[in-house]
C-alpha cells in the first residue's frame, strides 16, 4: 500500500537526479510516431458523438488507463446538459417547473447504481457566473422551499464571494476584500444549510457548503459538510475532488490527510465510479505544483508526472506534462499531452491553436480547420487563428476563404506581412489582378 514515506521517497529519487530522459532531437521514428498519433486524433475528430469522439481519442504512449475510466471521464465531460442559455428561456417563459423537473431527473441519474451520472454538477456549474444573478433571483422568487432554486441562488453568490476574494493567497488580499467576501459567505451558508435539509441527497449543496466554508475559515462547518456529505454519497466524484483540495496544505491540511482520504475513501470508489480514478493522483499533482511554483528546472518531475497519471486522467497533471515538454524541446510528446486536456474538458485558446498549426503542418486539413475555429469561439477575431485559417485554405486551394481570413488577421502587427503576402497569393491564383497590384504596393 502507498504510503507518505514511499511517496516522499519517490518524489525525491525523481528530483534529485539530473533529467536525461528526454532531448530536443527527434528522431525519425518517434517523428513518424507523432505523425501517426496525430491521425488517429484526425479521425476521433471525425466523430460527430462528441462521447464517442472522445472514447476515440488515442491514449498517451506508455500509459493505459481501463476503458472503464475513459468513458466514464468521457461521459462527465461531455454528456449533454441543460445550458445557461435554455435555463434563461425556461425562466424567461416563468416555466420553472421544466427546470426543477430537469434538475431531479440529472439527480435521479446521479443515485443510479448502473450508469451513475455526475451531470447535476456540471448544470450547476454553469450557474457559478456572474451572469446568473437575475436567473436564480427569479428562480428563488417563484420556488422558495425548493432545494434546487436554493442551491441555484447560493452557487451564485458563491462565485460573488470567489470574485470578491480573488485569486489571490490570504496573505496577499487586502482586508477590504476578505471583508467583502465574508460578507457573502455568511449570507450564502444558511441557503446551502436550507438546501440539504430539504434535500438530503442533493450534493451540490454539500460541496459548495464545504468550498464556501473553506474560503471563509469556518472550520467546525466545513469538516460537517465533508462528513455529511460522504454519509449521503461517499463516492461522488466532485465531493471528492473538493474535498482533496480542501486538505490540501494551502487550505490547512497536509499531505498525510490527503494520502489517508486517498486510500480509505477513493481507492474503493474506483470500482463503482472509475471516474475516481484520477483524484488517486491529486496528491501527486500539488507536490508537483509547488515545486514547480519555486523551480525553474522541473523537467525531472515528468517520472512523477507519469507514475500519477498511470492511476487516471488528471488533467492537471497532464498540462503540468506539457509545459515541461515544452521545456525540454520534445514538442511532440507535448502535444500529446495537451491533445488530451482537449479531449477531455477542453483546452483554452493557444491550445487549439497550437494542435490546429501542427496538424496543418502534417496535412490533417479538417482537423485543424475545427481546432483553429474553436480558438476564434474562444476569442473572436484572435489574429493566429485568423492567420492559420488562410494558410490552410490556401493549402487546400479554396482562395476565396483564404483571402477573407488574411485581410482580417493583417491587422495584427505580428501577422500582418505573412497575413498580406497570403492575401496577395491568393489574389493573384485567383487571377484578380486589379486588386493584387494595390496590395503589393502596400506591402
Same mark, same amino acid.
Given at each position: 500500500?502507498?504510503?507518505?514515506?514511499?511517496?516522499?521517497?519517490?518524489?525525491?529519487?525523481?528530483?534529485?537526479?539530473?533529467?536525461?530522459?528526454?532531448?530536443?532531437?527527434?528522431?525519425?521514428?518517434?517523428?513518424?510516431?507523432?505523425?501517426?498519433?496525430?491521425?488517429?486524433?484526425?479521425?476521433?475528430?471525425?466523430?460527430?458523438?462528441?462521447?464517442?469522439?472522445?472514447?476515440?481519442?488515442?491514449?498517451?504512449?506508455?500509459?493505459?488507463?481501463?476503458?472503464?475510466?475513459?468513458?466514464?471521464?468521457?461521459?462527465?465531460?461531455?454528456?449533454?446538459?441543460?445550458?445557461?442559455?435554455?435555463?434563461?428561456?425556461?425562466?424567461?417563459?416563468?416555466?420553472?417547473?421544466?427546470?426543477?423537473?430537469?434538475?431531479?431527473?440529472?439527480?435521479?441519474?446521479?443515485?443510479?447504481?448502473?450508469?451513475?451520472s455526475e451531470i447535476i454538477h456540471r448544470a450547476y456549474e454553469q450557474i457559478r457566473t456572474g451572469e446568473a444573478g437575475d436567473l436564480t433571483a427569479a428562480w428563488l422568487a417563484h420556488s422558495p422551499e425548493n432545494a434546487f432554486a436554493i442551491t441555484a441562488r447560493a452557487e451564485y453568490l458563491r462565485s460573488m464571494a470567489w470574485k470578491a476574494r480573488g485569486e489571490k493567497y490570504s496573505a496577499d488580499t487586502s482586508k477590504q476584500r476578505l471583508k467583502e467576501m465574508s460578507i457573502i459567505v455568511q449570507q450564502t451558508i444558511p441557503m446551502y444549510q436550507k438546501a440539504i435539509k430539504l434535500n438530503p441527497e442533493l450534493l451540490p449543496a454539500y460541496i459548495g457548503l464545504l468550498n464556501i466554508a473553506m474560503m471563509d475559515s469556518e472550520g467546525a462547518i466545513e469538516r460537517q459538510a465533508r462528513e455529511q456529505g460522504l454519509k449521503a454519497d461517499p463516492e461522488c466524484a466532485d465531493l471528492i475532488g473538493n474535498i482533496?483540495?480542501?486538505?490540501?496544505?494551502?487550505?490547512?491540511?497536509?499531505?498525510?490527510?490527503?494520502?489517508?482520504?486517498?486510500?480509505?475513501?477513493?481507492?474503493?470508489?474506483?470500482?463503482?465510479?472509475?471516474?475516481?480514478?484520477?483524484?488517486?493522483?491529486?496528491?501527486?499533482?500539488?507536490?508537483?505544483?509547488?515545486?514547480?511554483?519555486?523551480?525553474?528546472?522541473?523537467?525531472?518531475?515528468?517520472?512523477?508526472?507519469?507514475?500519477?497519471?498511470?492511476?487516471?486522467?488528471?488533467?492537471?497533471?497532464?498540462?503540468?506534462?506539457?509545459?515541461?515538454?515544452?521545456?525540454?524541446?520534445?514538442?511532440?510528446?507535448?502535444?500529446?499531452?495537451?491533445?488530451?486536456?482537449?479531449?477531455?474538458?477542453?483546452?483554452?485558446?493557444?491550445?487549439?491553436?497550437?494542435?490546429?498549426?501542427?496538424?496543418?503542418?502534417?496535412?490533417?486539413?479538417?482537423?485543424?480547420?475545427?481546432?483553429?475555429?474553436?480558438?476564434?469561439?474562444?476569442?473572436?477575431?484572435?489574429?493566429?487563428?485568423?492567420?492559420?485559417?488562410?494558410?490552410?485554405?490556401?493549402?487546400?486551394?479554396?482562395?476565396?476563404?483564404?483571402?477573407?481570413?488574411?485581410?482580417? &488577421?493583417?491587422?495584427?502587427?505580428?501577422?500582418?506581412?505573412?497575413?498580406?503576402?497570403?492575401?496577395?497569393? &491568393?489574389?493573384?491564383?485567383?487571377?484578380?489582378?486589379?486588386?493584387?497590384?494595390?496590395?503589393?504596393?502596400?506591402?
Amino acid at each position: 500500500m502507498l504510503n507518505l514515506k514511499h511517496l516522499v521517497a519517490f518524489f525525491v529519487l525523481s528530483t534529485s537526479y539530473p533529467f536525461t530522459g528526454y532531448t530536443a532531437e527527434v528522431s525519425k521514428q518517434q517523428e513518424r510516431d507523432f505523425k501517426a498519433y496525430l491521425g488517429r486524433i484526425a479521425t476521433a475528430e471525425a466523430i460527430a458523438d462528441p462521447i464517442q469522439r472522445c472514447i476515440a481519442y488515442p491514449d498517451l504512449p506508455g500509459i493505459i488507463w481501463t476503458e472503464e475510466h475513459i468513458k466514464a471521464h468521457c461521459q462527465y465531460h461531455h454528456e449533454q446538459v441543460l445550458s445557461f442559455k435554455n435555463m434563461q428561456e425556461l425562466a424567461g417563459k416563468g416555466d420553472f417547473l421544466a427546470l426543477e423537473a430537469t434538475f431531479a431527473d440529472y439527480q435521479a441519474r446521479h443515485e443510479r447504481d448502473e450508469n451513475q451520472s455526475e451531470i447535476i454538477h456540471r448544470a450547476y456549474e454553469q450557474i457559478r457566473t456572474g451572469e446568473a444573478g437575475d436567473l436564480t433571483a427569479a428562480w428563488l422568487a417563484h420556488s422558495p422551499e425548493n432545494a434546487f432554486a436554493i442551491t441555484a441562488r447560493a452557487e451564485y453568490l458563491r462565485s460573488m464571494a470567489w470574485k470578491a476574494r480573488g485569486e489571490k493567497y490570504s496573505a496577499d488580499t487586502s482586508k477590504q476584500r476578505l471583508k467583502e467576501m465574508s460578507i457573502i459567505v455568511q449570507q450564502t451558508i444558511p441557503m446551502y444549510q436550507k438546501a440539504i435539509k430539504l434535500n438530503p441527497e442533493l450534493l451540490p449543496a454539500y460541496i459548495g457548503l464545504l468550498n464556501i466554508a473553506m474560503m471563509d475559515s469556518e472550520g467546525a462547518i466545513e469538516r460537517q459538510a465533508r462528513e455529511q456529505g460522504l454519509k449521503a454519497d461517499p463516492e461522488c466524484a466532485d465531493l471528492i475532488g473538493n474535498i482533496l483540495t480542501s486538505l490540501k496544505p494551502r487550505w490547512g491540511g497536509d499531505y498525510k490527510e490527503m494520502l489517508e482520504f486517498t486510500e480509505s475513501t477513493v481507492k474503493p470508489s474506483i470500482k463503482n465510479r472509475p471516474l475516481n480514478g484520477q483524484y488517486m493522483a491529486n496528491i501527486f499533482e500539488d507536490i508537483i505544483d509547488a515545486y514547480t511554483s519555486k523551480n525553474s528546472d522541473d523537467s525531472a518531475l515528468i517520472h512523477a508526472i507519469s507514475e500519477g497519471l498511470k492511476y487516471g486522467a488528471n488533467e492537471d497533471l497532464l498540462e503540468e506534462a506539457e509545459s515541461i515538454y515544452d521545456k525540454t524541446g520534445r514538442n511532440d510528446l507535448g502535444y500529446m499531452y495537451v491533445a488530451q486536456v482537449v479531449r477531455f474538458r477542453g483546452g483554452v485558446k493557444e491550445d487549439y491553436n497550437n494542435l490546429g498549426s501542427i496538424l496543418a503542418d502534417f496535412e490533417y486539413y479538417p482537423t485543424a480547420l475545427k481546432f483553429f475555429e474553436k480558438a476564434l469561439e474562444l476569442k473572436p477575431n484572435d489574429p493566429y487563428a485568423q492567420f492559420h485559417l488562410a494558410r490552410t485554405y490556401m493549402k487546400l486551394r479554396n482562395y476565396d476563404t483564404a483571402i477573407e481570413y488574411a485581410k482580417k &488577421s493583417r491587422s495584427s502587427p505580428i501577422h500582418r506581412l505573412d497575413s498580406q503576402l497570403a492575401l496577395i497569393e &491568393s489574389l493573384l491564383r485567383l487571377e484578380r489582378w486589379d486588386e493584387a497590384l494595390p496590395e503589393a504596393v502596400q506591402t
